[in-house]
């Protein structure tokens, strides 16, 4: 369970959607989830998903999960200006135990 | 609303100090956690606690120790600080069954 993945930079212009993907190693996490930094800052948590699930929407984001393939994604639709941040996908695969990825650094450009 | 705060968002200090790093949750969370962020690497974890008193390694351990005397309170010990742990420290807070670890905004630490 110590393996998360994710590409390093995206860029996307205002108004579009991003897609940002992560993969896992560990099939017993239970939960997978996303994690917003903005500069400066701490985590935020932004959304997670129960491994028994496909997906999840809450308002401009959708979750996917293919528990199959160990493929998360995050898709933020409408991006805007101050999406631009670190996001960063964990897993955790038992009680105490989180695993995040090295986190995706989104550039919006107006 | 949920709060994890950390002493200092900025520290300097030289090389062989003994630095403490405090981090204090008001939410009555059993679990608390150390993690250090390096660029590249992501979020690793260094110790946590589950219990008052309680302590278990995380994946980089060394030069590092925790104390917990407190529910609400988990520090952080550099004994020797040496300028590979030149980083940014995130502390953490879980219930025992919650689903999710609330964020302090970090501690950017910098060893001269």
């Known amino acids: 369970g110590e393996d998360v993945e994710q590409s390093l930079f995206l860029s996307v212009r205002e108004g579009d959607s991003s897609v940002i993907n992560c993969t896992y190693t560990d099939s017993s996490s239970t939960y997978l989830y996303w994690y917003k930094q903005e500069p400066g800052a701490g985590l935020q948590l932004l959304t997670y998903i129960f491994s028994n699930m496909d997906m999840k929407q809450d308002q401009r984001l959708t979750v996917l999960l293919n528990k199959k393939d160990k493929h998360l994604s995050l898709r933020i639709a409408d991006t805007q200006t101050g999406d631009s941040a670190i996001y960063f996908c964990a897993e955790r695969y038992n009680f105490n135990k989180f695993y995040f990825g090295s986190g995706t650094k989104l550039n919006v450009k107006p | 609303d949920v709060k994890v705060t950390q002493s200092s968002r900025y520290l300097v200090k030289r090389t062989g100090e003994k630095v403490f790093l405090e981090c204090v949750q008001d939410m009555d969370h059993e679990n608390m956690f150390w993690y250090r962020q390096d660029p590249g690497l992501g979020l690793r974890l260094i110790y946590f606690?589950?219990?008052?008193?309680?302590?278990e390694k995380g994946d980089i351990p060394e030069g590092y120790s925790v104390s917990r005397e407190k529910k609400e309170r988990f520090s952080l010990i550099l004994e020797s600080a040496s300028t590979n742990q030149t980083s940014m420290y995130l502390c953490?807070?879980?219930?025992?069954?919650?689903?999710?670890?609330?964020f302090g905004p970090g501690t950017r630490l910098l060893v001269l």
């Open positions: 606690s589950y219990d008052v008193k309680m302590k």
């Open positions: 953490a807070s879980s219930s025992r069954v919650a689903e999710t670890q609330y």
